[in-house]
């Protein structure tokens, strides 16, 4: 009985994508850490997952919406929104909290994704028509709001620009957020009832609707979460680049969509997990990282990402049309 | 007439997995002759269709056409042979024009330069309306025809690839009786040129007044045949039911509390009109009729999904507007539906999570299910009732047979604890020792007072099962009918109408 129980379990996690990840990233690793022994020197690990704790934040908003069967295009533009709408206060209040402007770029990104939520759920626009038009329409409004100009480093406050490299425990606040954000929305979605009604509404809508789960709600509440995180990262990208620029964060919904596929999130919806989108993120910092060293340069990283990405969606479909047939040879048609 | 058959269909068998589809079945098709194909829902009816249009490869036997065997590999081999089949909801592309969809596939090209030659299409499409004396403009786009024209154009598309046997299931359901007499017409001349048609249909006056010959199925085996004008009505209804109740089910003694639900006059618009019963705790009402006849509109009206146009509820003693499901849930009405993949199950999700997803409000603290013992405890012991067979209740739901699935499905609503438990084709689809197991879930439920809506195909089952019968023919409620008095024959009746001309010499 135990042995069978402990087969049932490698069973389990051989067919779990995060650990194939795991494994792919470690494949990865070695022959990059032969070439350059720094690479994983504690500084430039602690550089590497800086640089993408702004993408992991903005990738679990993503994921939320692609579990339940949307997708989100419009999370590059709420970046650059609230991003200015930070900067400009910081810019007049040179005085203000930095923890007083991430509170408005969460509220900002927050109405931003109801916006968002309300026309998918009661204005039936599926969501990528919605946020085709919603990613304009927000770029627009930065354009409008700083008429075109952008604020400088100087003209933001020390403190604002400080705050995402301040440490605790050696580790920034950057970080600090980006694993707060991990740990919310793990526990968010597998252990409330809302995430489990994401999962079921992005698995089979029909039969959610069955059992008396409310479509409407949960397709506003998803993208109400990738709205409201995107406010956050907002806030965070305009100090750690230490300016805010009409341009920024866009084609970001290309990276965050990614990070999700690499992580193995159902493009259809209804499958996918929160630890996986980590690794999917951490995948994507690792490679553009890694170009240096294997003498490839930096104009490579694009090219590079959208190779991976082909790579991993036909990876999935290819396990996927592998697992359907086996189940139709098993079951009645 | 009598000349060689067109097609013989020999000791066809199809076996899905835990499922006999067609068992050992016969068909001879002639030139000039319409044909019927007649048995209940599940007769297997549609599997043979599959089977003679490629769409499922036979187990064994074989099909013959004008003296050759023939096995089809896909759909087009089929319609290469000469064999077309008009489907129930016509498969046609609403925004092509009807000459575009007559020819989808089999284009015409120049002869000189290959390129479409529209111009030819389009008079052939011409020549042939007007042939079938048909008033259709060719450059119509589709989706602005009526159902019945759509269906006039799928037979002439079939007239375009030189059919020989054209299939109809089911061509009339959607149609008016104006329209019938139009495609009856149509189905003379096909039948004067020489074509087989093989006519699918519930409706006994549609059969006796168009079909030749006849052939009945039950349960996926042949029965017998005939020439329609030397058998009567009775005859072919007695070959349909006529089985021996062999399946035991399980004893049930009725022990009735106070009434429930009662259910007047209720309507939906197109769909069904002028039902009303009531219903008592503990009682098993079983409801029938065949395809069309409007039952799952029923249930899914009294559970909130679809809407009432007419009719009143009265639920516990009090008027009752059902406003969506979470509402009747809330309320204590349940509705197992009839699809297991599309509707009853997240095939993704793991058993687990599907058993708990309608009880994660009493499974969870303030939103947050933080006790993973309680749910475990929780779906452990429903799926134990229903004896679920599976590798662990961590596997993703899409991985379980049929009958195994439908267990997860049952399990998932016996937490709800409902009062009224409506089942849609509980039994739809699964192997004989998981339909026992349904089967005595809902004497169990009735034992412990939930009223049961039992929705079924199966003449059995609902003869079986039920205390008592309401029966259905298209969207109209015929009759209720006590289980205990209650024959097949008499049920069949009432299903397919045969009792309206009975009713009217006795008025």
């Known amino acids: ?333 | 007439m009598q000349e060689a058959a067109l097609l013989e269909v020999h000791n066809l068998t199809k076996i899905f997995p835990g499922i006999k589809a067609l068992d050992d079945v016969h068909l001879t098709l002639r030139r000039g002759e319409v044909h019927a194909l007649i048995g209940e829902n599940g007769a297997g009816k549609s599997t043979l269709v599959k089977v003679l249009t490629g769409v499922y490869i036979p187990t064994s036997g074989t099909v013959t056409l004008e003296g050759r065997e023939v096995s089809f590999k896909n759909a087009i081999d089929a319609q290469e042979a000469g064999i077309v089949a008009i489907h129930q909801e016509a498969s046609m592309f609403p925004e092509l024009s009807v000459t575009e969809n007559i020819f989808m596939g089999h284009h015409l090209r120049h002869p000189k330069t290959r390129k479409l030659d529209w111009k030819a299409m389009r008079n052939e499409t011409e020549a042939l309306l007007s042939k079938m004396q048909l008033d259709i403009d060719p450059d119509t786009l589709v989706k602005n025809l009526s159902v019945a024209k759509r269906h006039m154009v799928e037979i002439t598309k079939a007239l375009s690839l030189d059919a020989q046997l054209v299939i109809m299931d089911e061509p009339t359901s959607a149609l008016t009786s104006r329209e019938v007499e139009d495609l009856f017409r149509i189905v003379r001349s096909l039948k004067e040129s020489g074509k087989a048609i093989l006519f699918i249909s519930h409706k006994f006056d549609e059969i006796f007044q168009i079909c030749d010959y006849y052939t009945v199925y039950r349960d996926g085996q042949y029965i017998g045949e005939g020439r329609v004008g030397e058998s009567s009505e009775d005859h072919i209804i007695k070959m349909m039911i006529g089985r021996s109740i062999d399946q035991l089910y399980p004893d049930h003694t009725p022990q009735w509390g106070k009434e429930i639900l009662t259910v007047e006059n209720l309507a939906q618009l197109g769909a069904f009109k002028g039902v009303s019963f009531s219903l008592r705790e503990g009682e098993i009402l079983g409801l029938f009729g065949l395809v069309g006849a409007g039952r799952t509109e029923v249930a899914r009206t009294i559970f909130g999904i679809d809407r009432a146009s007419e009719g009143t509820i009265v639920f516990e003693g009090r008027p009752f507007v059902p406003k969506s499901a979470m509402h009747c849930m809330r309320q204590g009405i349940a509705l197992v539906p009839e699809d297991r993949q599309r509707q009853g199950l997240v095939l993704k999700m793991s058993l687990t999570h599907n058993i708990s997803l309608p009880v994660l409000k009493l499974l969870s603290y303030k939103g947050m299910i933080t006790n993973g013992k309680t749910e475990r405890g929780y779906v452990l012991e429903h799926g134990q009732q229903m004896e679920i067979r599976a590798a662990g209740y961590h596997v993703d739901a899409e991985t379980l047979s049929g009958g195994n699935q439908q267990k997860v499905v049952l399990a998932k609503w016996i937490g709800t604890k409902p009062k009224i438990l409506i089942l849609d084709e509980p039994t739809k689809g699964i192997d004989v020792a998981t339909k026992a197991a349904v089967h005595q879930f809902i004497c169990d439920m009735a034992a412990q007072g939930v009223a049961v809506i039992l929705i079924s195909s199966e003449l059995p089952e609902i003869l079986g099962m039920s205390d008592r019968i309401l029966v259905m023919h298209e969207g109209r409620q015929m009759a209720i009918i006590d289980g205990e008095e209650a024959s097949a024959e008499t049920v069949m009746r009432h299903a397919i109408s045969a009792v309206v001309q009975q009713e009217a010499s006795n008025g």
């Open chain 1, 1 to 333: 009985m135990a042995e069978s129980s402990a087969k049932a379990f490698v069973q389990r996690a051989m067919a779990r994508r995060e650990l194939t990840l795991m494994m792919l990233l470690v494949v990865l690793l070695v022959p990059i850490t032969i070439r350059s022994p720094l690479f994983l020197s504690p500084s430039n690990v602690n550089r590497i997952l800086n640089d993408m704790a702004i993408l992991a934040i903005v990738a679990i908003g993503e994921f939320f919406v692609i579990l339940s069967g949307g997708i989100d295009l419009s999370v590059g533009s709420i970046i650059a929104f609230t991003g200015m709408v930070c900067g400009m206060i910081n810019e007049s209040y040179p005085a203000i909290s930095p923890f007083v402007l991430l509170l408005i770029g969460l509220s900002v990104g927050f109405f931003m994704g109801l916006t968002n939520g309300v026309l998918v759920a009661y204005g039936k626009i599926p969501p990528i028509i919605t946020t085709l038009g919603t990613v304009n329409i927000y770029r627009g409004l930065t354009f409008l709001l700083s008429g075109g100009s952008w604020v400088t480093a100087h003209e933001l406050s020390v403190a604002y620009i400080a705050f995402p490299r301040n440490t605790f425990l050696g580790v920034s606040y950057l970080l600090w957020i980006a694993f707060a954000v991990l740990g919310v929305f793990y526990y968010f979605s597998r252990y409330t009832r809302m995430g489990r009604e994401i999962y079921a509404i992005g698995g089979n809508p029909t039969a959610a609707k069955f059992v008396g789960v409310s479509e409407n709600k949960i397709r506003v509440v998803v993208f109400l979460v990738s709205g409201t995180l995107c406010g956050l990262a907002g806030a965070l990208w305009t100090a750690r680049y230490a300016s805010a620029v009409n341009e920024m964060a866009t084609g970001f919904e290309m990276q965050a969509v990614a990070a999700c596929v690499l992580g193995g999130v159902n493009f259809s919806g209804g499958a996918g997990g929160i630890i996986g989108v980590a690794l999917g993120t951490l995948f994507l910092g690792v490679v553009t990282n890694a170009l240096p060293v294997v003498y490839l340069s930096v104009f490579w990283q694009t090219f590079v990402q959208g190779l991976i990405i082909l790579i991993a969606l036909a990876l999935n479909t290819i396990s996927d049309q592998r697992k359907h047939r086996r189940m139709l040879a098993q079951r009645r048609a």
